[in-house]
């Protein structure tokens, strides 16, 4: 099985504030990875595939990177709707997720 | 606009069956393939397993024992059984679309709470 880490698990930030969140692989997945964004009660959102592939109509203000184990979601100026949890995902061999990291308002 | 309904039975009793449908509404069903995700209350993502039109699946290791994904490609639909339920199973159960060429999950249904008690 694939492990996927998130750091950190949580994390406070203001309006404004460039937020980056990263996510290890316990093996190499090349760029087979994807960040999700979701808000309590409702299903989670697909920011970016393949590591750094902006999915259609997600603001600009959020990108990705990395290959291989280490992945970085950024999000350049922190949003009141960005307020949320983010998870990250495999898609190399099977799908796995990490464990997510809940961004929440400092 | 692709839209994803789903249904299913959302209280069971331990050892019973969970049985969830999932119907397509828009774009190619061909194209893609679908996936069924878990949430138990509280708690992080889990992948349950995968699907195309032409029936080719692939499962989550730790559940494949007792998962069956299946497809119903004439009506745009697919639906997900999994055996011998436990409260570990207790969860929201979602079902998505795969994006074209990839595995991640682009529209996602509504979800659906199951409780096993």
């Known amino acids: 099985d694939i492990q996927l880490t998130q750091s950190p698990s949580f994390l406070s930030a203001s309006v404004g504030d460039r937020v980056t969140i990263t996510c290890r692989a316990s093996?190499?997945?090349?760029?087979?990875l994807a960040w999700y964004q979701q808000k309590p009660g409702t299903a989670p959102k697909l920011l970016i595939h393949?590591?750094?592939t902006l999915q259609s109509g997600v603001p600009s203000r959020f990108s990705g990177s990395g290959s291989g184990t280490d992945f970085t979601l950024t999000i350049s100026s922190l949003q009141p709707e960005d307020f949320a949890t983010y998870y990250c995902?495999?898609?190399?061999?099977?799908?796995?997720f990490g464990q997510g990291t809940k961004v929440d308002i400092k | 606009q692709v839209q994803l309904r789903q249904w299913g039975a959302g209280l069971l009793k331990p050892s019973g069956t969970l049985s969830l449908s999932c119907a397509v509404y828009g774009g190619s069903f061909s194209s893609h393939y679908w996936t069924w995700i878990r949430q138990p209350p509280g708690k992080g993502l889990e992948w349950i397993g995968e699907i195309n039109h032409a029936g080719s699946s692939n499962y989550n290791p730790s559940l494949k024992s007792r998962v069956t994904v299946s497809v119903a490609t004439s009506k745009n639909q697919f639906s997900l059984k999994l055996t011998s339920v436990t409260a570990a199973d207790t969860a929201v159960y979602y079902c998505a679309r795969n994006v074209r060429d990839s595995y991640a999950m682009d529209v996602w249904g509504p979800g659906t709470t199951v409780t096993v008690s």
């Open positions: 093996q190499g997945i090349d760029t087979s």
């Open positions: 995902q495999q898609l190399n061999y099977y799908r796995t």
């Open positions: 393949e590591a750094s």
